[in-house]
Nanobody, 123 residues
Framework: QLQLVESGGGSAQPGGSLRLSCEAS????????IAWFRQAPGKEREAVVC????????YYEDSVKDRFKTSRDNSKKTAYLQMNKLTPEDTAVYYC????????????????WGQGTQVTVAS
């Protein structure tokens, strides 16, 4: 079982950057995919990007492909989401999720979730 804790959220101006971290404790981090989801006010939770156990990212949100990058350090049991060129449309609560071996945009495939971290982009 995994416990996930996100950090690194906050406020940024349009065009700015933030880096989110997702630190895991428990067993299995090395073997699971790690996905990042976000949920804006009044909207459904959506998949942003996922990274496989050995690396290699799959982007589910076209608007972030050239701006966001995900990575992981299995030795630290931590995944990262580097967000660049932020826009107000990126404002949301960001969640990391895990517990599946295969990446999927379907939130119900993931058994473990962090508590979420707020990202607000405004001038």
């Amino acid at each position: 079982q995994l416990q996930l804790v996100e950090s690194g959220g906050g406020s940024a101006q349009p065009g700015g950057s933030l880096r989110l971290s997702c630190e895991a404790s428990g067993y299995g981090f090395d073997y699971y995919a790690i996905a990042w989801f976000r949920q804006a006010p009044g909207k459904e939770r959506e998949a942003v990007v996922c990274i496989r156990d050995i690396g290699g990212a799959i982007y589910y949100e076209d608007s972030v492909k050239d701006r966001f990058k995900t990575s992981r350090d299995n030795s630290k049991k931590t995944a990262y989401l580097q967000m660049n060129k932020l826009t107000p449309e990126d404002t949301a609560v960001y969640y990391c999720a895990s517990g599946t071996y295969q990446c999927s945009p379907d939130r119900w495939q993931y058994h473990y979730w962090g508590q979420g971290t707020q990202v607000t982009v405004a001038s």
